[in-house]
């Protein structure tokens, strides 16, 4: 070989070596990182009450003159484009009915009166009095009572979990535990103060929850939750892998480069990654992610300015109410995307998405709920990389066929390392909401699994 | 059949396949020809295509309500600790705003300064189109028209210091413009479209009509944000009618453009200026900034209807979702002052003219539509974003707008007789009327040059 051969080959095997390493960085798993036990709130650390307050809604007059008054002032909605239903957003035709609804028919007192009936509290973590409410079995007859962290997301809150709670905290017949549920408001939403310095992301929210529960006098428990709740406990499970007996989440997905290479290959052979009745869920990618693009306006805008959207969703009702509203026909059913009426009435009532539009409005939290996209997709959470980390407790995923994403259970292991329960159900992205009943069945069976597991771990 | 001789089958394969698409990215196809659609309401046959007058008169009822709503205003979320327009609109700032648009700002003085031109509505194609047409002083020079259009947030308002500009001589020129200022169907007091549909090549066919209405066959062109893509779909559509194009919003958006950038990552100087490298790399630190400061367009693309309320019933609310693009899009060094630059370079009362002409006509929502129109696959399908502008053109770049490589324009601009760079941003004509009215009329005498040199009859 001539010596120009020599030096071209040594050059490519340089470059080779070289890239070899950059993909195999790519790959690599990052470390745990360490979180600061930050100070989120306006007070001072030596002023602040660590007291656990009982805490009941409580809503002055004014504030319900206020709204009705601007409801009645609501100024008119510009007619949908001609054959259009909800396909450019929200109808307004359709809001005109549900604005109707709330100023003539829906009863403020008697929904204070509703979503008072489970005990509430409030408690100062990091800084941030941080609302919850806290229901135990009444008679668990026996069983074993296990404490249950349940968190919702945007544009949720505790209300989608008001018919959920009663079913984990009855005992069943045939299984011998039963929960004690703390569902407690996101940092910035609904009744929970929200964090006056910068940086409060995901990860972040799952110390301040870890914390909680630890203030609450639970060392160990199992958390559940969907939407920003699904991320934040899949944190826990990842940062604090001591205290979570077991992960169940019903929005498990997993956005590596391995797995979206993965999704790539696979898309030549789908049946080989999921049973034929699910290939529609994935595949074709191309059409997926142009539906993701087409719903996710929202998060790109709250990511990036959610100070500026937030100061006229706090100041409309009626703007706030199909800013949220909208999300509940096109996630808990994108056909209901061609229907006049939103399809809303077919899984739901008036009242109890007004129930839910209510606690943003009453509590001015619209703008700091939003801010929870900027902060989890800001740089700094960026470069921690916690998503790459691996989840070895035991997990659960629920898959829901009308939620955003689907993600089959062979790529989930990628990341959810431990999944000792795996289902399909044909229902939306607000679980909780739509199907209580399906959703609390699976939890119970479950986190049965994970009690088996942490059994034979122990007699192992 | 051996490995090697595979490989080749596949490197062949590869090489044939990116040679047609090559040659696919090269070639432009022809302009297509569009269907004139009715837009409104009621019977074609019966369209009133009369000129009427038209005046700014807002009912008392209007500022009442708005006073109401503005000493109402609920109270606003306080900035995160050491944050200024990082998160979006500074609240601190919004409030200094609401208190001079309740406490100084005066409505009716305003709606003089609104009526000092002469404005018109006509119909077209069944909406009531809007516009502004001052004609020069008597004078012997030439008088060439020129018709200018407004983007989002902006409005018409934003021409009211370049107007008087344009149409008054130069010592040097001999020529002086006659302007119609128009607004977009669905903005200010164009009627919006009742069916779906209305693209920016749809809105090209509306403003030819209007200029035709108006007595004018063959007429000059200058638009940024919006207007500058709707113009330059009339340009592609309709060459026959435009004498020239100035555009303060020049992009190119064709394939091949997009190789040109990313082999331009190795070597920056093959289609940039040296001088204006920073402003398009690092690519991936232009690919950040554009991501950051584009979430309201993915929005209004996907889901106007949805964010149209609130933005239509709280004023407030209006005010901060227009202004925060005033900071950043003027300069995005603003992003990091609490008063968003804002006070340097504009006056509270001029802004809030444009943020009060999508108040009181109630046209937000409607505006924001034309995003969805435009993204989406029946009008990008079209392509008319490709093809190049055959047409006399001129590319005003201002320095914290969004900028086009030199070697990039000639793509789409291949008659681009001017290309001027200035300080300024986004809302040129608004910030630096004088340097743009400037560049208007050296653009101009070029066109007419070489439209003269054409033996072309104005």
């Not at chain 1, 656990?52 to 004014?62: M, R």
């Not at chain 1, 959207?309 to 009702?317: F, I």
């Not at chain 1, 943003?360 to 700094?380: D, F, K, V």
């Not at chain 2, 709280?314 to 804002?342: C, M, W």
Request: aromatic residues 12%; charged residues 20%; proline residues 6%.
């Amino acid at each position: 070989m001539s010596y120009a051969c020599l030096i071209v080959t040594a050059i490519v095997v340089i470059i080779l070596l070289k890239l070899v390493n950059k993909i195999r960085n790519l790959f690599k798993i990052p470390a745990v990182p360490y979180l600061e036990e930050t100070w989120w709130g306006p007070r001072d650390k030596s002023e602040e009450d660590d007291s656990i307050k009982p805490f009941t809604i409580n809503i002055s007059d004014e504030v319900i003159e206020d709204l009705q008054h601007r409801l009645k002032k609501a100024r008119p909605f510009i007619p949908p484009l001609e054959g259009i239903q909800q396909q450019y957003g929200l109808n307004t035709n359709l809001l005109n009915k549900i604005v109707e609804f709330w100023r003539t028919e829906y009863n403020w007192k008697e929904r204070e009166t509703f979503l008072n009936k489970f005990p509430q509290f409030v408690v100062s973590v990091q800084g941030l009095r941080l609302h919850y409410i806290h229901v135990k079995p009444e008679n668990p007859e026996g069983r074993k009572v296990l404490p249950l962290l349940l968190l919702h997301g945007w544009p949720g809150s505790v209300r989608e979990f008001y018919d959920i709670i009663p079913m984990l905290t009855t005992p069943r017949p045939g299984c011998n535990f039963v929960f004690e549920v703390i569902a407690p408001s996101l940092p910035g939403y609904g009744f929970s103060e929200a964090a006056v310095r910068p940086g409060l992301g995901a990860i972040q929210a799952a110390l301040l929850f870890k914390n909680l529960m630890i203030k609450l006098g639970f060392p160990k428990f199992y958390i559940q939750g969907g939407d920003w709740g699904a991320i934040i406990i899949h944190h826990m499970g990842t940062l604090f892998p001591e205290q979570i007996l077991g992960l169940h989440s019903n929005m498990c997905s997993v956005n590596s480069l391995k797995s979206n290479i993965k999704l790539f290959f696979y898309s030549f052979w789908p049946t080989l990654l999921v049973s034929p009745e699910h290939v529609h869920k994935i595949y074709p990618r191309l059409a997926k992610l142009a539906n993701l693009v087409l719903e996710t306006g929202y998060m790109h805008l709250q990511a990036t300015k959610p100070d500026t959207v937030g100061v006229a969703l706090n100041d409309s009702p009626v703007g706030l109410a199909a800013y949220i509203i909208e999300k509940f026909i096109t996630w808990t059913n994108p056909a209901w995307k061609e229907l006049e009426d939103g399809g809303l009435t077919k899984k739901y009532t008036y009242t109890a998405l007004l129930d839910n539009v209510m606690i943003y409005w009453i509590t001015n939290s619209i703008t700091t709920s939003m801010r929870l996209y900027a902060e989890t997709m800001s740089a700094a959470n960026r470069t921690l990389q916690v998503d790459s980390i691996p989840v070895t407790v035991p997990t659960a995923a629920a898959r829901f066929t009308y939620d955003l994403t689907y993600s089959p259970t062979v790529l989930l292991k990628e990341k959810f390392q431990n999944i000792v329960h795996a289902s399909d159900y044909d229902a939306g992205h607000f679980a909780a909401f739509e199907e209580p009943k399906i959703l609390s069945d699976d939890i119970f069976t479950a986190v049965e699994k994970m009690e088996l597991f942490h059994k034979n771990q122990h007699s192992s | 059949m051996g490995a090697l001789q595979k490989l080749f089958i596949i490197f062949a394969v590869l090489a044939i396949f990116v040679g047609y698409r090559l040659n696919n990215l090269l070639q432009p196809s022809p302009p297509p020809k569009l269907e004139e659609k009715w837009w409104g309401r009621g019977d074609p046959a019966g369209e009133d295509k009369s000129i009427r007058t038209f005046k700014v008169h807002v009912a008392d009822e209007v500022l009442k309500d708005l006073k109401y709503r503005l000493s109402h205003a609920r109270p606003f979320t306080p900035p995160l600790e050491g944050i200024q327009q990082q998160y979006g609109m500074n609240t601190n700032l919004l409030k200094e705003i609401v208190d001079f648009w309740t406490t100084k700002y005066n409505w009716r003085e305003r709606e003089k300064l609104f009526n000092q031109y002469p404005q018109y509505l006509t119909s077209i194609q069944g909406l009531d189109i809007h516009y502004i047409h001052v004609k020069p002083k008597a004078t012997n020079l030439k008088v060439v028209p020129l018709l200018m259009l407004h983007g989002w947030p902006g409005s018409v308002r934003e021409f009211f210091d370049v107007i008087p500009l344009l149409t008054t001589p130069q010592t040097d020129k001999n020529f002086v413009f006659e302007v119609i200022v128009a607004a977009i169907p669905g903005y200010g007091f164009s009627q919006p479209a009742v069916r779906p549909g209305l693209s920016p090549a749809h809105a090209a066919m509306i403003f030819k009509n209007l200029m035709k209405r108006l007595g004018f066959d063959r007429f000059y062109i200058q638009g940024g944000d919006f207007g500058a893509i709707i113009l330059q779909n009339l340009a592609v559509l309709y060459p026959e009618v435009v004498l020239g194009f100035h555009s303060n919003m020049c992009t190119v958006h064709t394939p091949l453009s997009y190789l040109k950038t990313m082999v331009g990552a190795v070597w920056p100087t093959l289609f940039t200026k040296a001088e204006h490298v920073e402003r398009v790399y690092p690519l991936w630190e232009s690919f950040v900034h554009r991501l950051r400061e584009t979430g309201y367009l993915h929005l209004q693309a996907t889901k106007p209807d949805t964010l149209g309320v609130a933005l239509n019933d709280s004023p407030v609310g209006l005010a901060a979702y227009i202004l925060e693009k005033f900071t950043t899009g003027t300069n995005i060094s603003h992003q990091s002052r609490e008063d968003g630059g804002l006070k340097q370079y504009y006056d509270y009362a001029d802004l809030l003219d444009n943020v009060m002409l999508y108040w009181i006509t109630g046209s937000m929502p409607t505006a924001v539509r034309l995003y969805s129109e435009t993204f989406n696959k029946n009008f990008m399908s079209l392509g008319t974003g490709r093809m190049p502008v055959q047409v006399p053109s001129a590319c005003a770049r201002f320095r914290n707008d969004f900028y086009t490589s030199d070697g990039l324009l000639k793509e789409i601009f291949p008659n681009l007789l001017h290309l001027s760079d200035h300080e300024g941003g986004h809302f040129a004509a608004f910030q630096v009327p004088d340097v743009f009215s400037r560049d208007v009329f050296v653009a101009i005498e070029k066109f007419e040059n070489f439209n003269s040199n054409l033996g072309a009859k104005t």
